[in-house]
C-alpha cells in the first residue's frame, strides 16, 4: 500500500530565503508524481508534474526532483516571498488512471 | 477556460440527510475524480469516473455515490450525513491520455449538524 510522508509539517522562514519541501513515499512504482499549493480554504493548484521517467521539473522560482529508487521528491523555492505562504501538499500516482495518493502538506509561513 | 468548477461552494446539512455536489471538467479533460479533505488532513480518494463509468473506487462505504454525463460533468451523492461527513469535497479532472496531469475546483465545504 503506497504511503506518502511530508517533512516537515510546518516550516517558517524570513523572506528571501531559497528552502527544500520534502517528501517520500513507499512505493517505487509510480507512474507520476505532483506537487500542489493550497490556500487556506481553497482547492489545489497544481505547481509542478514529474513523470515517473523524469528527474526534475522546473517552473519560475520552483524546481522540483524526483528520485524513484529512494522514494523521495524535493521542492525547492528560491527566494521566497510572502506570497508563497500556503500549504504545499505532494502526491502520487501509482497507475495510469491518475489516482492519487497525498501526504499531509507542509504549511509554509514565509514572514516579510 | 474556467478550468474546474464545483458547486455550490458551502452547503450545511442535517445528520441523516442526503446531499449532491456538482463538479465540471476543465475543458477537453474527460476523467472526473473526487476527494474528501478532512481539516488539516491531506485530501483522500473517493472514486473516479471515465467514460460515465466509476472505474477506481477508495475505502468509503456505500452511502457515497456518483455519476458522470455524457458531458463529462459529475455528480457525487452522500446518504445518510454523519457529522464525520463534513470536509472539503475536491473536484479533479484530467485527459485519460497524455501525462494525466490533475486539475482541481475550489471544492465545496460541507458542513454536517
Known amino acids: 500500500k503506497q504511503e506518502v510522508t511530508q517533512i516537515p509539517a510546518a516550516l517558517s522562514v524570513p523572506e528571501g530565503e531559497n528552502l527544500v519541501l520534502n517528501c517520500s513515499f513507499t512505493d517505487s512504482a509510480i507512474y507520476n508524481l505532483q506537487w500542489f499549493r493550497q490556500d487556506p480554504g481553497k482547492g489545489l493548484t497544481s505547481l509542478l508534474l514529474i513523470q515517473s521517467s523524469q528527474r526534475e521539473q522546473t517552473s519560475g522560482r520552483l524546481n522540483a526532483s524526483l528520485d524513484k529508487s529512494s522514494g523521495r521528491s524535493t521542492l525547492y523555492i528560491a527566494a521566497s516571498q510572502p506570497g508563497d505562504s500556503a500549504t504545499y501538499l505532494c502526491?502520487?500516482?501509482?497507475?495510469?488512471?491518475?489516482?492519487?495518493?497525498f501526504g499531509q502538506g507542509t504549511t509554509l509561513q514565509v514572514k516579510p | 477556460d474556467a478550468g474546474v468548477t464545483q458547486s455550490p461552494t458551502h452547503l450545511i446539512k442535517t445528520r441523516g440527510q442526503q446531499v449532491t455536489l456538482r463538479c465540471s471538467p476543465k475543458?477537453?479533460?474527460?476523467?472526473v475524480s473526487w476527494y474528501q479533505q478532512a481539516l488539516g488532513q491531506g485530501p483522500q480518494f473517493i472514486f473516479q469516473?471515465?467514460?460515465?463509468?466509476?472505474?477506481q473506487r477508495g475505502n468509503f462505504p456505500d452511502r457515497f455515490s456518483g455519476h458522470q454525463f455524457p458531458n463529462y460533468s459529475s455528480e457525487l451523492n452522500v446518504n445518510a450525513l454523519l457529522l464525520g461527513d463534513s470536509a472539503l469535497y475536491l473536484c479533479?479532472?484530467?485527459?485519460?491520455?497524455?501525462?494525466?496531469?490533475?486539475?482541481f475546483g475550489q471544492g465545496t465545504r460541507l458542513t454536517v449538524v
Open positions: 479533479a479532472s484530467s485527459y485519460n491520455r497524455a501525462n494525466r496531469e490533475a486539475f
Open positions: 475543458s477537453g479533460h474527460d476523467t
Open positions: 469516473y471515465y467514460e460515465e463509468e466509476e472505474r
Open positions: 502526491a502520487v500516482s501509482s497507475s495510469n488512471t491518475g489516482k492519487l495518493i
